[in-house]
């Protein structure tokens, strides 16, 4: 089966800038999570889709981060404006439904905010 | 929130050789998971653990769900090149998401 589609793989933007970020889980897969990772950091979760609805987004930065999954199947996450700390890798997970734990993680989007 | 704290942060063995790495939380867990991370990729699971004391194996991996439930093991034996990369586990309570330690980075000299 196919997995998790990530684009873009790299981004570079100045800060104060936007950036967005689009993920295609596996097809069939209800359950979509968006986590961000720091070098040398584990992933951290920012917010968590069952179908079209938001199940966690406690740990994401409302004033600065948003997050769609309008259709319940391909999701964005948007940064808007970024800040020199909003630099990491973007990683994008589904799973069946939010009872299955073994996630299957996209390649990621490596951004840097300069 | 909770934590997990992985030990040893990093570690460098000789080819053949037999590797062991733990996870430690504060809070008790009902999943404990093991992904490997390589660069440029994101993490892939290893093994799955869903009852204390359960010991799981998967080819030259073996992984235990701590009695306590607030801890896990990962051993893998005979390293080969291959097993070169960040180890992350995770764990799971009720229905929140997955929270991951900080990683174990693997380095094998042949």
């Known amino acids: 089966e196919a997995g998790v589609a990530q684009s873009p793989r790299y981004k570079i933007i100045e800060k104060r800038q936007s950036v967005a970020f689009w993920c295609n889980p596996i097809?069939?897969?209800?359950?979509l999570y968006w986590y961000q990772q720091i070098l040398g950091q584990g992933p951290k979760l920012l917010i968590q889709?069952?179908?079209?609805?938001?199940?966690?987004d406690s740990q994401l930065p409302k004033d600065r981060f948003s997050a769609e999954r309008l259709k319940g199947v391909d999701s964005t996450l948007k940064i808007q404006p970024a800040k020199l700390e909003d630099s990491a890798v973007y990683l994008c997970?589904?799973?069946?439904?939010?009872?299955?734990?073994?996630?299957?993680f996209g390649s990621g989007t490596r951004l840097t905010v300069v | 929130g909770q934590q997990l704290n992985q030990s040893p942060q990093s570690m460098f063995i000789q080819e053949g050789e037999d590797v062991s790495m733990n996870c430690t939380s504060s809070?008790?867990?009902?999943?404990w998971l093991w992904y490997k991370q390589e660069p440029g990729e994101g993490p892939v699971l290893l093994i799955a653990?869903?009852?204390?004391?359960e010991l799981t194996s998967n080819g030259r991996l073996t992984a235990q769900f701590g009695i306590t439930r607030k801890d896990s093991f990962l051993n893998i034996s005979a390293s080969i090149p291959s097993d070169v990369g960040i180890y992350f586990c995770?764990?799971?309570?009720?229905?929140?998401?997955?929270?991951f330690g900080k990683g174990t980075r693997l380095s094998v000299i042949a």
């Open positions: 997970a589904s799973s069946l439904d939010w009872t299955d734990y073994g996630y299957t």
């Open positions: 097809s069939g897969h209800a359950t």
């Open positions: 889709f069952q179908n079209n609805g938001v199940v966690d």
């Open positions: 809070s008790i867990f009902n999943t």
């Open positions: 653990l869903y009852k204390a004391g």
């Open positions: 995770a764990g799971q309570l009720g229905n929140t998401p997955l929270v």
